[in-house]
């Protein structure tokens, strides 16, 4: 079976001549739940940008399923790829938070029975039905987080990217977000500094550093390897 993303010697180098990305090949199987991590400036969030279609790459190659996602069309590459932002600001700008999720549906031209009941679905799995009529920039930072979650689970995607999910919460919000991403059933692939976040949730690892994958590996051997986590910055959880 193939995989669901793979990426052979990805490159993405910056207008400004800045190499972001420098020969990153990887594999996600369906259902695989991996964490991203290393220092900032390592190329983690180029990468899922890359990932979700927002960037296209300099060099190398993209496939979905076995497919090369190329040509300059990342419409299969986006169809099955959803992208959650560090900050959800960037990703609520709706009047209220039903149309916020209803706006990538909308987009994708489904019908208007469809698109109510993905709303009500996404919402529900992120535990914010009630909050369907709110405004989404009145809410707690932990709330947005999942109303962003929300507006992506509405496209149904197979891959779920998110950049930094615990960034900024409470201890209360991010007991909620782990817990919520453990039940996703989405193949997942998370950037975060949150060491413990990838201790309690995620079977496999993989460290960047300057634009390069370091380490790939079950995270039971790669957070215990103290030696490969100092060099590139990180601290065992």
């Known amino acids: 079976m193939w995989p669901l993303i793979e990426a052979e010697e990805l490159v993405y180098i910056y207008p400004d001549g800045h190499p972001a990305l420098q020969g990153v090949s990887l594999r996600m199987g369906r259902g695989e739940k991996i964490a991203l991590v290393g220092p900032n400036g390592a190329g983690k969030s180029t990468l899922l940008l890359v990932l979700g279609g927002l960037l296209r790459p300099t060099a190398g190659i993209l496939r979905v399923e076995g497919v090369e996602v190329g040509n300059g069309d990342p419409r ?77 689970l509405a496209l149904r995607p197979e891959l779920m990217l998110l950049d930094e999910p615990t960034a900024g919460l409470d201890p209360r919000g991010r007991r909620e977000l782990i817990r919520l991403l453990r039940e996703l059933p989405q193949t997942m692939l998370v950037a975060t500094h949150d060491m413990r976040l990838v201790a309690e949730l995620f079977p496999r690892v993989i460290i960047m550093d300057q634009g390069r994958i370091v380490a790939d590996g079950p995270a039971h051997e790669i957070l215990r390897d103290e030696g490969l986590l100092q060099a590139h910055g990180l601290e065992p959880p």
């Not at 709706?94 to 993905?118: H, K």
């Not at 529900?124 to 707690?140: D, N, Q």
């Open 76 to 152: 299969r590459l986006r169809a099955k790829v959803g992208l959650v932002f560090q900050d959800p600001d960037d990703q609520l700008f709706s009047p209220t938070v039903f149309d916020d999720v209803a706006f990538g549906p909308i987009y994708q031209g489904l019908p208007e029975r469809e698109v109510r009941e993905r709303v009500v679905q996404a919402l529900e799995a992120v535990g914010m039905a009630w909050a369907a009529s709110r405004i989404s920039h009145h809410l707690s930072v932990g709330e947005k987080k999942r109303v962003a979650i929300a507006t992506v």
